[in-house]
């Protein structure tokens, strides 16, 4: 404990106290306890906490069976064997399981007190009197007496009452101990963190309509193993998404150290390309590839020399043909990296123009993937409204309006428009991207091609990009 703040020990001491104090009347004499179904719940709970402790809500419905066949009190004793025993991987592991086993049983307790509010025990009991032989038709038990829909509106009220306890008190600690916000930590965290009940409800539901049928808890047993099953899934599919996640960012700061004045540039393109995409009304898998696609969109930089990337003063033709292989560069590298899909097509191709002038292959229109037409606006606008060493930035409407001038030869009208619409919404912050010039003492050769400026004095062809003291637009990198 005293690892933690003074408020965190304060608020996790008091957090226990509350548990004991729920807890308390099962263990007070005379109480009508049914210890076996307890003992039997908490050790499934403490063997399922131990079997899968990176992902304990797989056996939320076995805490969630317990409110529903249990009295409050004793339903709040369900969780605490397995968050005792659950390992834990930071310090200090005693306050952390006190506080795990604290949280959890208000949790129950709480759900439990919601179910029988709602008297779902009563309706439970009218089902297994069903199942015991009684005759009523089919989905209800008899006149006036709810049946099963209400049970599961019940069990699934119960869950959402079990889960947004459990949220807000760990927003509680989030808090107090780790000085986050209050809104990161409980509105930042409820929709994601509730979701997973509404399946749990149900399960947890069958598990106690089951515990008491003829099959025993056996049968109820059974309703764990696709939960378990769907958990290991989900445990799989978070790792490869770190996978993916650690990919990307691995990528991207080899390119950041590699060309160091562009520093968090691709991240402000993938941003800026995602702003778009949900005004072209994409979303999930679609949305999340045109970021990546963003954030990747210069990879290829890696197999340009640096000295080329960082030379100061103009480029000769020969090197201009060498940056123009970036995007190449970039395709290829990447080409093994499954989960990209349509992203690679944006490396490959975000520097053609609307028109046909640009590179590498000269496409034109609607032959350019629109992946990469996005990503070409997303790009210039950031290298426009970002600081380099050879010229401030431009503000955020003389960059749109550059924008709007060139659609149509260099860039996608449609693509402009989505987001001149998404910076009138939300704005635009970027920050500075290059290190200050005394530092560095030499101008990088290689923003990305100038935009499309017909007989502007001092605009440069050269896909290095305009030198300092030309004027003109800088592309992105």
Not at 27 to 53: I, M, Q
Not at 102 to 114: E, I, P, Q, T
Not at 334 to 363: N, Q, T
Request: hydrophobic content about 45%.
């Amino acid at each position: 404990m005293r690892a933690l703040p003074h408020a965190a020990r304060a608020y996790v001491l008091c957090a226990v106290l509350a548990g004991a104090y729920c807890a308390a009347p099962a263990v007070r004499p005379g109480a009508a306890v049914p210890w076996a179904t307890t003992a039997l719940l908490a050790a499934v709970h403490a063997v399922g906490s131990r079997v899968r402790a990176r992902w304990p809500e797989w056996c939320s419905p076995v805490l969630l069976a317990g409110a529903f066949l249990l009295p409050p009190a004793a339903a709040a004793l369900v969780a605490v064997p397995g968050a005792l025993l659950a390992r834990v991987e930071r310090p200090p592991a005693g306050a952390r399981r006190a506080w795990r086993a604290a949280r959890l049983s208000l949790a129950v307790w709480a759900a439990s007190c919601a179910f029988a509010a709602l008297d779902g025990p009563g309706t439970l009991s009218a089902l297994w009197a069903l199942g015991d032989g009684a005759q009523a038709p089919a989905g209800q038990v008899s006149p006036g007496t709810p049946g099963f829909p209400y049970a599961l509106a019940a069990a699934v009220a119960a869950a959402l009452v079990l889960g947004l306890t459990a949220t807000a008190l760990e927003g509680g600690v989030l808090v107090s101990a780790e000085r986050q916000s209050p809104r990161a930590a409980w509105w930042g965290r409820l929709p994601g963190a509730l979701a997973p009940y509404l399946v749990h409800g149900p399960a947890g539901l069958a598990m106690a309509v089951l515990w008491r049928s003829p099959y025993g808890p056996a049968a109820a047993l059974l309703v764990l193993l696709p939960m378990y099953v769907c958990a290991c899934g989900f445990v799989l599919y978070r790792r490869e998404s770190a996978a993916h996640q650690a990919t990307i960012r691995a990528l991207v700061q080899a390119v950041d150290i590699k060309d160091r004045y562009t520093r968090g540039h691709s991240e402000r393109v993938g941003r800026a390309s995602a702003m778009i995409a949900r005004e072209l009304g994409m979303s999930g898998d679609r949305l999340e590839a045109l970021r990546i696609a963003g954030i990747l969109h210069d990879v290829g930089k890696l197999g340009v020399p640096t000295r080329l990337l960082r030379k100061n003063g103009p480029l000769t033709p020969d090197e201009r043909r060498v940056i123009e292989l970036h995007p190449e560069y970039g395709d290829e590298m990447v080409r093994g990296i499954g989960f990209l899909g349509e992203a690679r097509a944006a490396i490959l191709h975000h520097h053609e123009r609307l028109d046909g002038s640009g590179y590498p292959y000269g496409l034109a229109g609607a032959q350019i993937p629109e992946f990469a037409r996005v990503v070409a606006v997303a790009d210039a606008f950031d290298a426009m409204t970002s600081t380099r060493t050879y010229r401030r930035a431009r503000p955020v409407p003389t960059a749109v309006e550059e924008l709007q001038r060139c659609a149509g030869s260099q860039f996608d009208p449609r693509m402009v428009g989505a987001l001149t619409r998404a910076l009138d919404r939300h704005g635009w912050h970027a920050a500075v991207t290059a290190d200050a010039p005394e530092e560095r003492g030499n101008v990088p050769a290689e923003p990305a091609p100038p935009l499309v400026r017909a007989a502007a004095p001092g605009a440069s062809d050269d896909p290095g990009g305009p030198r300092p003291g030309t004027g003109g637009p800088g592309g992105g990198p």
